[in-house]
């Protein structure tokens, strides 16, 4: 090879030398992400897609994929660093972060992202011609039910354990009774409803929840009001009362006017092992884009981000943290 060949050689060398070293820290940034969300089903796992698809959309480097999860399990493999993200609720998460029953210790790596994502409402459906108008109903007159609910580990099942042990009631008592407590996903839930093999379910869910419609479509249902000495017992537990307002289910019979029930803030929850830049990115491109953010479902309309911090007792992530201060939420 010749001096002046080799010379050139030399020098592509060290242009692709270069172009590989300028390249390696860009595809570096490149990050997958898992975000443990709720039942494929439910609102959740909707609402998580819909912020990964806003955030890889401003960001271009965070890929978010959303897996199947419930609000107490996720606060276990965030723990555990199964997971980057979770939807939580403020109950659940102060008990994993304090390791308070039913967790086993404290899961002290938990930290707040943004609340105030809207609302999950407690929805305790019953059959139309069950006769049933309240939820105090069912278990003073200790009806024999069959209540589906889905399965531990999420905030329905615990909610339902906790409303039943305010009317003095557990789960063997309704079989006592000649009734039962029934556990399924939402669509199966639905389905046996529908199909008349249960009276009641419970689900917890954003407002319009999809799998309330769909069973009111096949079956006539109530969705019954609760009382304000329940919801009291409830908000010992940080629930808050809520309406489910009128109009929001067509198909509902009782659907002609706003429903009193118990409600918990979406909360979005991460671990300290996750990077601050990386959290400091995604809560950006949610703070910087609120038009859009409000327009991937009806329960984020009214987010407020001044709101988005307010949760008691568990820490702020540093990344996100960062964002609210360059937002200006933050002093």
Not at 36 to 65: C, H, M, N, Y
Not at 86 to 93: D, M
Not at 193 to 218: H, M, T
Request: some cysteine; hydrophobic content about 45%.
């Amino acid at each position: 090879m010749g001096p002046a060949r080799q010379s050139i050689t030399s020098a592509l060398a060290a242009v692709c030398s270069a172009l590989i070293l300028f390249a390696a820290p860009a595809a570096a940034q490149q990050r997958a992400l898992t975000w443990s969300a709720g039942q494929p089903s439910g609102g959740w796992f909707e609402q998580a897609g819909g912020l990964a698809a806003l955030v890889k959309s401003k960001t271009g480097r965070l890929d978010i994929k959303p897996v199947a999860g419930a609000a107490y399990g996720n606060m276990t493999k965030l723990q555990q660093g199964e997971t980057d993200l979770a939807w939580s609720l403020p109950p659940v998460i102060a008990a994993a972060y304090n390791g308070d029953e039913p967790f086993k210790g404290k899961q002290a790596d938990i930290r707040l992202v943004m609340t105030g994502l809207g609302f999950v409402q407690t929805h305790f459906c019953v059959a139309e011609d069950s006769g049933i108008r309240s939820v105090r109903e069912i278990f003073e007159r200790k009806l024999p039910l069959r209540i589906g609910s889905p399965r531990p580990g999420g905030s329905d099942e615990w909610e339902l354990r906790n409303l039943m042990a305010f009317y003095n009631t557990t789960y063997a008592d309704m079989k006592d009774r000649g009734g039962e407590v029934v556990f399924g996903a939402f669509t199966q839930l639905t389905a046996q409803f529908r199909d008349r093999k249960l009276d009641a379910f419970v689900l917890n869910n954003a407002v319009p929840a999809g799998d309330i419609v769909e069973a009111a479509r096949g079956r006539k249902l109530r969705i019954l009001p609760m009382d304000a000495d329940l919801l009291t017992h409830l908000g010992s537990f940080g629930l808050v009362s809520a309406m489910i307002p009128k109009g929001s289910y067509r198909d509902v019979v009782n659907n002609d006017g706003d429903l009193l029930s118990a409600a918990m803030a979406n909360t979005i929850v991460t671990s300290s092992a996750v990077s601050p830049e990386i959290v400091h990115d995604f809560t950006a491109a949610l703070l910087g884009n609120l038009d859009a953010l409000r327009k991937v479902h009806p329960a984020f309309s009214d987010f407020d981000p001044r709101k988005a911090l307010r949760l008691a007792n568990v820490p702020l992530h540093p990344g996100a943290e960062k964002a609210y201060r360059e937002a200006g939420l933050l002093e």
